[in-house]
């Protein structure tokens, strides 16, 4: 296969250049500046491109990957970088890139990615990477983000309804944000709110604004969400709390695309673009009536899914240098380590707040320390509960199932589910506190609740 080099070092390129001659390849090295470089690619065969980000102080890997697509040259191309930014990143998923190799690599890594042309059921190796918007940042490894990052593209490029799932504390807003910064309406506002915070009876003035004296208080023309966006990026973020019967009236909006202030009869054009955010399963809740199926499938035309903390533990190093070194500049700490003995407390623990949790079980260990390490019994955010779990709640599943067989495994979990959902009732009754508590939907809680016979409303009576 004959392969191209793109890169302005030329010990790097040569590197390469030996590696693929090994491996009976033919590899042909540029540094990105020579004349009529995509005429001269085309007109030697090559089969694959390996670029680099960074090409010289004028010229970045992407700007001339896009001059090679304009001049009509499509080939399959991989992408070296010895470090990220969000800008590049989601410019590369923009334009079709979906290999990246992260310097420093070694010969297998580089190989595996070029066997993907001859051989394609090569996998795609693991690199750390982030994603920065601002002063936040998407830390995790290249296998947990690679299919978030290529989606932020997809988004980024065109105007369809995204719709992000995932836990509290994963990131749904970053992500909605990334997408807006990276498309062309960034030099536009993002407009973030929150469904599940704003009373029923306000929310159609909050959206859609409202005239001076459409209701009793209304002392004065208010300029809703939807205005406010413009032509930038409006993030609905809960989506799944929102009343039934405000449902439909946003139905109508995103159809429409027009909408009228409270009280007003001059008819407004919505310019924007719209995210939306949910904890809950708005397919699920839309097959129990209780989430408008047309609604959920006007808001999904792409969905992005955040992986929870427990689903991207080996990340979790990564994150706590990350959250170190921010917490260094926001609360004026000097932290220059954790310790393995704390890092192995943070692994144990269950993160059912999950990034969020994280970041501030590290910030408040970076105040609790005396030293420069973060160390294990500075982690005082909450109990290790392994040695709990381990002798009490496994031991009684265990038995359980020794003595009544695996068979037994479906009644076991649902003697446990109830037993749980009794408890936190008796505790607390409020349904939108519990269900805050416990990281799920009102109408997902309820449902439960039902089920188990633990909770009747008064409709049911």
């Avoid at 490029?157 to 990276?182: P, V």
């Avoid at 029923?200 to 459409?214: A, D, I, R, T, V």
């Amino acid at each position: 296969m004959k392969i191209a080099i793109i890169d302005d070092q030329q010990e790097i390129r040569y590197s390469v250049a030996k590696i693929l001659q090994r491996n009976q390849h033919t590899p042909l090295q540029f540094n990105g500046e020579e004349f009529e470089l995509s005429l001269m690619i085309e007109e030697q065969g090559v089969e694959l491109l390996i670029v680099d980000v960074m090409l010289g102080e004028n010229l970045t890997g992407i700007d001339l990957i896009k001059q090679f697509k304009k001049a009509g040259l499509n080939l399959p191309i991989i992408l070296m970088t010895a470090y990220t930014t969000p800008t590049n990143m989601i410019e590369a998923s923009k334009i079709g890139i979906k290999d990246i190799l992260q310097k420093p690599f070694d010969e297998s890594q580089l190989l595996e990615l070029v066997e993907k042309y001859t051989h394609p059921s090569s996998k795609e190796k693991s690199a750390k990477k982030s994603i920065k918007q601002g002063e936040e940042e998407f830390v995790g490894s290249y296998e947990t983000m690679k299919e978030i990052y290529k989606k932020i593209g997809i988004a980024a490029n065109n105007d369809l309804a995204i719709l992000i799932y995932g836990e509290t504390g994963t990131g749904k807003e970053l992500i909605a944000n990334l997408i807006h910064t990276n498309s062309e309406r960034s030099a536009h506002p993002f407009i973030a709110v929150n469904c599940a915070s704003i009373p029923k009876e306000l929310f159609e003035s909050q959206l859609f604004g409202h005239e001076k004296g459409s209701f009793t208080s209304a002392d004065k023309q208010h300029i809703g969400f939807a205005e406010q966006t413009g032509e930038g990026t409006l993030f609905l973020d809960e989506i799944g709390e929102l009343d039934i019967e405000l449902q439909s009236k946003l139905l109508r909006f995103l159809e429409t695309k027009k909408f009228r202030r409270v009280g007003g009869t001059k008819e407004l054009h919505f310019e924007g673009r719209i995210i939306s955010a949910t904890n809950a399963n708005l397919k699920e809740q839309s097959q129990q009536k209780s989430f408008r199926e047309d609604l959920y499938f006007r808001l999904s035309m792409l969905t992005i899914t955040m992986p929870t903390l427990k689903e991207r533990i080996q990340d979790i190093p990564i994150l706590c240098e990350h959250f170190i070194a921010k917490a260094n500049r926001d609360l004026k700490t000097t932290i220059s380590s954790i310790s393995e003995e704390a890092i192995k407390k943070l692994l144990q623990h269950h993160w059912r707040g999950n990034i969020r949790e994280l970041r501030n079980t590290i910030y408040s260990a970076c105040l609790n320390t005396s030293d420069d390490m973060i160390k294990a019994d500075d982690i005082k955010e909450f109990e290790d509960t392994s040695s709990y779990e381990k002798k009490g709640i496994e031991q009684f599943c265990r038995d359980f199932l020794e003595q009544e067989g695996i068979e037994k495994a479906y009644e076991l979990e649902h003697m446990m589910q109830k037993s749980f959902l009794q408890v936190s009732f008796a505790l607390c009754s409020n349904i939108t506190q519990l269900s805050a508590f416990l990281n799920i939907s009102r109408n997902t809680l309820k449902k439960q609740l039902k089920e188990f016979g633990i909770y009747e409303s008064e409709e049911d009576k």
